[in-house]
């Protein structure tokens, strides 16, 4: 009998490489790895080795998750690259996640997401009525406006404090997330691409 078919996922936007192989609601697998400047070196490694902890391999492969950003911007292309030629060889989908997505994945209810940036910035996204809202980059000390009620991500604690909202905790890690949402993704969704946040404040 053959096993059953996993989505993989992975995320290279921060420092660390973090990968998970997920079949249906069923983390199989979790690696993260500190590995700064590193991440086309160690990514693939780490992929083999996630997948042979959840005693699977690239064939048994149906779907890939890659995390977009935003974050490290040559961190993020490693992982799109590596995606979209894992996605050619084994001839399988590959889909781009955003970490506000990961993020928010498993919440209900209107969520401000926060995502750490450079210089002490931090980007950010609002859910709101289940669509994500157009990305920006804030400074932590002057913070836009909101109508969400809770905020999930980097530097929570603190928003939460500076716009009277509601802190969260992310359910699963940024890869098991990604791999979740890639497996529910529609054959037709287009390649992964990276993200860019803008300069703005909320409409």
């Known amino acids: 009998m053959l096993p059953n078919k996993v989505s993989l996922g992975f995320d290279t936007s921060t420092s660390k490489c973090t990968i998970a192989v997920v079949s249906g609601n069923t983390i199989l697998a979790e690696k993260s790895e500190e590995a700064p400047k590193k991440h086309a070196e160690r990514l693939m490694y780490l992929i083999e080795d996630a997948l042979k902890s959840s005693k699977h391999d690239l064939s048994h492969v149906s779907s890939i998750g890659v995390g977009i950003g935003p974050g490290n911007f040559t961190g993020v292309r490693v992982s799109v690259a590596t995606a979209r030629g894992l996605s050619l060889a084994l001839n399988v989908p590959a889909f781009g996640v955003t970490t506000f997505e990961a993020l928010q994945l498993g919440h209900k209810g209107n969520i401000l997401c926060s995502v750490r940036a450079k210089k002490g910035q931090i980007y950010l996204s609002e859910y709101q009525n289940g669509i994500f809202e157009q990305s920006?980059?804030?400074?932590?000390?002057?913070?836009?406006?909101?109508?969400?009620?809770?905020?999930?991500?980097?530097?929570?604690?603190?928003?939460?404090?500076?716009?009277?909202?509601?802190?969260?905790?992310?359910?699963?890690?940024?890869?098991?997330?990604?791999?979740?949402i890639a497996q529910e993704l529609p054959m037709e969704k287009s390649p992964p691409t990276p993200i860019y946040p803008i300069h703005n404040e909320f409409i």
């Open 136 to 180: 920006i980059i804030s400074n932590i000390d002057n913070l836009p406006k909101t109508k969400c009620n809770f905020v999930i991500g980097d530097k929570s604690n603190l928003i939460s404090e500076s716009l009277h909202i509601k802190p969260l905790e992310p359910i699963h890690s940024t890869a098991s997330s990604i791999a979740k």
